[in-house]
């Protein structure tokens, strides 16, 4: 498994990005610096969220793993566990938070046990409350593909506008990346895409700048940008690629308006600065 990641992130690159879809060079623009290990119970980090101001995040492990999020600061050493009511963990990939401080837990990875029905758990971590968001995508009908060639696979979103916007995971030839929007409320949905763009590495993790001007996706291998305009999401506006070659890349989060949180199921912490 490592061995295929390893060539997976290897021969990642942003020309593809920069010819098909006009992104531009800002490597040079960013610095990379390993700054921790997470905590060993966050043995498989598949999602970070923002904890509180203090500068504290949540992360949570993958398919198999406990329901629970771990609180953890910049140097990984473990804050808090909080284990999550009236949930269960599937395949928990991303995490996303609102203004009011609500957790959503993504349980719709689908890489590994072909399902027809997805769930986003939302969380509050003062009410120690959780709600339910269910969906299905609009075509599946009832097939989901197998484990070798999943149809409908997701690992990242976040939460704009009292939205959550949702990206697949693009396993088929075409390398497509669908977009989809999800209400942030209760209850169960039926998505269809909105938007989709060529992309040749796969998509595990999403966030949005705090200022809504900017989100970023993550692959394996390197950091996708993408402007803002209004209160919608779609990828008419391509930013910038660089290449971030760290094993498994899992999690991503902004830190403010420029820089961004990345971590790994190796467990490594980096921080992405803008010069």
């Known amino acids: 498994m490592y061995l295929w990641f390893a060539v997976k992130t290897v021969f990642c690159t942003c020309a593809p990005d920069h010819k098909a879809n006009d992104f531009k060079k800002v490597r040079s623009q960013y610095k990379i610096n390993k700054i921790g290990k997470l905590p060993a ?3 498989e980090s598949s999602g970070l969220a923002g904890a509180n101001a203090s500068g504290t995040f949540w992360t949570n492990n993958d398919s198999g793993g406990k329901p629970e999020l771990y609180e953890f600061d910049l140097a990984g050493k473990l804050v808090s566990t ?7 963990n599937h395949d928990w990939e991303d995490l996303a938070r609102d203004s009011d401080g609500n957790i959503y837990i993504g349980d719709f990875g689908n890489n590994s046990m072909p399902r027809t029905q997805f769930e986003i758990y939302k969380f509050n971590p003062s009410k120690s409350a959780t709600e339910k968001i269910t969906f299905k ?4 009908g009832e097939q989901a593909g197998s484990p070798e060639k999943p149809l409908f696979d997701c690992e990242s979103f976040f939460y704009h506008e009292g939205q959550l916007w949702l990206f697949s995971k693009n396993w088929g030839k075409d390398h497509i990346v669908k977009l989809y929007r999800l209400s942030a409320q209760p209850g169960d949905y039926q998505l269809t895409p909105l938007d989709s763009i060529g992309i040749t590495s796969q998509i595990t993790s999403a966030d949005i700048s705090p200022d809504g001007k900017t989100f970023a996706l993550l692959t394996y291998g390197k950091v996708l940008l993408f402007g803002v ?4 999401i779609n990828f008419r506006k391509p930013l910038g690629c660089f290449r971030l070659v760290k094993k498994q890349n899992e999690a991503i989060v902004f830190l403010n308006n420029t820089d961004m ?7 490594n912490i980096y921080r992405i600065t803008r010069r």
Not at 137 to 140: K, R, S
Not at 261 to 267: A, D, R
């Open 82 to 88: 909080k284990s999550i009511p009236d949930s269960k």
């Open 41 to 43: 119970v966050a043995s």
């Open 261 to 267: 949180l990345v971590t790994n199921e190796q467990g």
């Open 229 to 232: 305009t209004g209160k919608d």
């Open 137 to 140: 995508y609009a075509n599946q």
